[in-house]
C-alpha cells in the first residue's frame, strides 16, 4: 500500500483515501464515487478494527461479505483495496494511541468506552501508510468525523476530511452494515429514528429554538416504539459536542437507539442561515 501511495505522490496524483469496516452498501459507495469526482487514485481499506469494539460488541457477528464488497469496489473503480489485517495493523507489542480529549469522552464514546481510541488509531495509522489528499467520511457519524478534524488539525495532518451527506433507504432508515441485523419486524421499527428527527425538523420549521422541546419530541416518538430502547437523543453543538440550551449556533440533533439486540444511530444537523434554521436530515 505505502508503495503504491508513494509512485502516486512522486506523479504529483491527488490521492483520495475512504476508509471503511466493510459489508459495503450505497452509503460507502457514495463516499467512493465523490472520491473518484475529486480524486486519481482512489483508494479504499477495509478493515474491521478490532479495537474500536468493546468486549461485549458485535465484532464477531460483524457481516463479512468479502467477495461481493470487492464486487462492489470492482464495479466502483476504485484503484486499489487496501486489506491489512489485524496481526499487520496491531503487531505483538503495540502501545501507542490517539486520543482526542473531551470530544472522545461523550456521548457515543460515554456509550461505548475505549470506541473513539481505536478509531483515532486506527484512522491516524491509515493516514500515515497511505497519506491522501483528501479522505472522505460520512455524515452518519458525526462523531467520529467531528474527532478525526480535531485530530487531523491538532496534529498537523495533511489530509482534507471531505464530509459526506447520509444515505437513507427509501423509508428513510439510514443505511448501515448494522442493519443486517435486523429481524423483519425490527426493520419496521427502525424507521422510528428518522421519524424523531423528522417531527424534530418539523418543530425547528414551526419556529421552535428551544433544544428541550425538541429533545422532549424525540423521546416521545422513539418512546411510542415498543422494540426502541433509547440510549440519548440530544442536542448539541456541532464542534464541540457539548448539550445546546437554545439553538442559534451549527448543531446536531444526535440519536443513538437499540433496536432488539442492535444499536442504531442516526442524526440531523441544524444550520442557522440568516435568521432562520435550515435542517438536514
Ligand atoms: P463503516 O464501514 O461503518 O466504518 O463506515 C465507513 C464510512 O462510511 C464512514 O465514514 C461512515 O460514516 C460512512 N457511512 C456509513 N453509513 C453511511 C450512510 N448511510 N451514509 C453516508 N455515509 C455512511
Not at 473513539?116 to 479522505?135: C, D
Amino acid at each position: 500500500m505505502k508503495e503504491k501511495a508513494r509512485e502516486a505522490r512522486l506523479e504529483q496524483r491527488i490521492i483520495g483515501l475512504v476508509p471503511t469496516m466493510g459489508a459495503l452498501h450505497a452509503g460507502h459507495l457514495a463516499l467512493v464515487e465523490r472520491a473518484k469526482k475529486e480524486c486519481s487514485p482512489v483508494f479504499a481499506s477495509i478493515f474491521l478494527n478490532p479495537k474500536q469494539f468493546g468486549p461485549h460488541e458485535d465484532l464477531s457477528r460483524y457481516p463479512r461479505p468479502l467477495e461481493a464488497d470487492i464486487e462492489k469496489l470492482t464495479a466502483a473503480k476504485v484503484d486499489g483495496l487496501f486489506l491489512p489485517d489485524a496481526a499487520e495493523v496491531y503487531p505483538s507489542g503495540f502501545s501507542t494511541y490517539v486520543h482526542v480529549e473531551g470530544l472522545s469522552e461523550r456521548l457515543e464514546g460515554k456509550s461505548r468506552p475505549g470506541h473513539f481510541l481505536g478509531v483515532a488509531t486506527v484512522v491516524l495509522k491509515l493516514f500515515e501508510i497511505v497519506q491522501p489528499n483528501f479522505a472522505y467520511f460520512g455524515r452518519k457519524d458525526a462523531q467520529q468525523l467531528r474527532i478525526i478534524q480535531r485530530m487531523a488539525h491538532d496534529l498537523n495532518l495533511d489530509v482534507e476530511i471531505v464530509v459526506c451527506p447520509i444515505v437513507r433507504e427509501p423509508d428513510g432508515l439510514a443505511l448501515s452494515s448494522r442493519n443486517a441485523y435486523l429481524s423483519a419486524e425490527e426493520r419496521r421499527a427502525a424507521t422510528v429514528l428518522y421519524r424523531a428527527l423528522c417531527a424534530a425538523a418539523t418543530e425547528v420549521h414551526a419556529g421552535v429554538w428551544d433544544s428541550m422541546q425538541l429533545q422532549r419530541t424525540m423521546h416521545k416518538i422513539l418512546e411510542s416504539e415498543p422494540h426502541a430502547r433509547v440510549d440519548y437523543a440530544e442536542i448539541v453543538d456541532a464542534e464541540s459536542f457539548e448539550s445546546v440550551i437554545r439553538l442559534g449556533r451549527r448543531s446536531y440533533a444526535l440519536l443513538a437507539v437499540h433496536i432488539g439486540k442492535t444499536r442504531l444511530i442516526d442524526n440531523m444537523l441544524i444550520e442557522p442561515t440568516g435568521d432562520e434554521l435550515r435542517v438536514e436530515l
